[in-house]
């Protein structure tokens, strides 16, 4: 997502940086490319318009004419609109929700339908779970088929309870899932509404009632990234009916030009708080202005990345990794094991553009295919275990003995062995030089 908005201001950016000094002229013509950019990914008008007026007004006030670096002088004030734009930090904080000083502490989930709520309820159960909360899900969906089996099944594999009576009263369900909570002392619910393919008086006025009986802490709009300009008409709808406090954008993992979470938090002023990008119910993360600008622009995503490998390794890991770099006792087995790894974080083309100005020079429509990695597991598994401790005894005809066992060609074999080589050269050095420091 953002690839087309990301290009189109690169493209802009890099103009100006050929120029010492622009004219006015210039300038203008700059932003308003930036808005032609900004409606093109689906950004609202109203927020397009809005934002570039903003930075005009900064970049005069910054003296942009008379800057000697007026691309990077731009490029700094458009970052900070866009947060602006995204909503500010301190809303968002770490993402976290707002409890109530009594339990149960009430999640009430809305949107249109396939937008994503009943998985949803799960990610964010597992995500309370992993925090110390314990949870009762609220199958509160009695329209959609096998919703309420769904939402069983991710319950299950949570492990917590699920409250439904069927096909009934969605308001009464509500009432009992809550009375429920209360009795079993659970410190949080979550009710999974009903959505409709449009915004109708009677979806709303359900929801109205389940809010009215609930009294939830949070009203939490699912919104689907993929549904354009739509999302922000959406959003508006529900805002102005529930008051909704925040927003979940799911599906921001698909290829399109992301412009909801551009401009949903100016059309409500509620924060966007969390981020689906994935299936897995692990797949929910903290909504970060600051860092979904910095992807935008170019910039890259260090803290994101840093958080995510985190999660992998724990400290001591992590220095035994960087002594057996360091030591050159790195093997292929380590290697395959290190590979395995990072795949579990995800797409390794979306890692590595989270590397500050990696993804400005890498070429257009860079890709790693999976094949490749598929291709390297297979070369290294057909190997022997003193073949993968000790690369160097790889001679001509260990090496196509391999090539056939994994189904490649003998200079696959030759590549990923100078590959590993020179990988373990450099990080060695690397490693030495930062603990010389």
Known sequence: MFDQLQERLGAIFDRLSGRGRVSEGEVNEALREIRVALLEADVSLDAAKAFVARVKERAVGANVLESLTPAQTILTIVHDELVTLLGPPTASGEGRLQFSGAPPSIVMLVGLQGSGK????????????????????????????????????????????????????????VRGGIAEAKRLSISTVIIDTAGRLQIDEQLMAELAEIKRIANPREILLVADAMTGQDATNVAKGFHDRLGITGVVLTKLDGDTRGGAALSIHSVTGAPIKFVGAGEKLSALEPFYPERLASRILGMGDALTLIEKTRSLYSDEQA???????????????????????????????????????????????FEIPEREFVKVEAIISSMTRGERRNPEVLNGSRRKRIARGSGTQVSDVNRLVKQFDHARQMTKQLTRARRGR
């Open 319 to 365: 220095k035994k990794l960087e002594e057996k770099l360091l030591k050159q006792t790195f093997t292929l087995d380590d290697f395959l094991e290190q590979m395995r790894q990072v795949r579990k974080l995800g797409s390794f083309n979306d890692l590595l553009k989270m590397v500050p100005g990696l993804s400005k020079a890498l070429p257009k429509n």
């Open 118 to 173: 009943t998985t949803l309820a799960g990610k964010l159960a597992l995500r309370l779970k992993e925090q110390g909360r314990r949870s009762l899900l609220i199958a509160a969906d009695v329209y959609r088929p096998a919703a309420i089996d769904q939402l069983k099944t991710l319950g299950k594999q949570v492990g917590l309870s699920v409250y439904d009576e069927g096909a009934g009263d969605p308001v009464r369900i």
